[in-house]
């Protein structure tokens, strides 16, 4: 009963490399979340996505981000030009449904560091 | 002033005793209330789920909404050093009960 993946667990990237953050759902779950946690701060909504379509990007920073999540394969956050206040742990959710109640499942984290 | 406002802690409480874990909004339109646990390094882990207000008791855990004062708490009673964690509140209105807001988490510690 595998839990939602990511990949990597740490990522290091210099200042204007790119950085592809990688999310596999639950099994089953076709709604994906991504969210962002600065240090000693909570953690914000970035973007929902549902198999090949952007629901709600309103927490995408305007320029550089951007979030796909295909027919197949899992979920990819890519950063593009990254910059030291992107460092930060990008942590992806899944859900079976958007409903109102219902659950949204954390995978582990990507903790990206920018030197 | 944020939507979600949450003590940082850390709160240090020998074992068995009662915690109090709370949070306070601003929003009115949050109906959707959730009490995620995170260790550290870890993705956070859902404890209690609360639609609007009442009480929800799980085990060991209580959960407490507050509309009218704009206040949510966790319970937890016989606290053991496996809850020390930092504990996360999280909202969410009707419209986009998926946006979930978070508080920025309490860090509680449980002395053997």
């Known amino acids: 009963n595998a839990g939602v993946m990511q990949n990597p667990r740490h990522l290091v990237r210099r200042r204007g490399q790119e950085a592809r953050l990688r999310c596999s759902p639950m099994?089953?779950?076709?709604?994906v979340y991504w969210y962002r946690q600065l240090p000693e701060e909570g953690l914000k909504f970035m973007v929902y996505l549902q198999k090949e379509n952007i629901i709600d990007e309103s927490g995408m920073p305007k320029e550089r981000f951007s979030a796909e999540f295909p027919k197949e394969g899992p979920s990819i956050l890519r950063i593009q030009q990254v910059v030291r206040g992107d460092s930060a742990a990008y942590f992806c959710a899944s859900s079976g449904t958007s409903g109102k109640t219902d659950t949204q499942y954390f995978g582990p984290g990507t903790r990206l560091t920018v030197l | 002033q944020k939507e979600v406002e949450q003590d940082p802690g850390p709160l240090s409480v020998p074992e068995g005793a009662i915690v109090s874990l709370n949070c306070t909004y601003s929003?009115?339109?949050?109906?959707?209330f959730m009490w995620y646990r995170q260790y550290s390094r870890k993705g956070p882990e859902l404890l209690m789920y609360?639609?609007?207000?009442g009480n929800k008791e799980d085990g060991r855990f209580t959960a407490q909404v507050d509309k009218s004062s704009k206040y949510i708490s966790l319970f937890i009673r016989d606290s053991q050093p496996s809850d020390s964690a930092t504990y996360l509140c999280a909202m969410g209105r009707a419209d986009s009960s998926y946006k979930l807001i978070f508080g920025s988490g309490t860090r509680l510690l449980v002395r053997p």
């Open positions: 609360t639609y609007s207000s």
């Open positions: 929003n009115s339109a949050f109906q959707y």
């Open positions: 099994k089953g779950h076709s709604h």
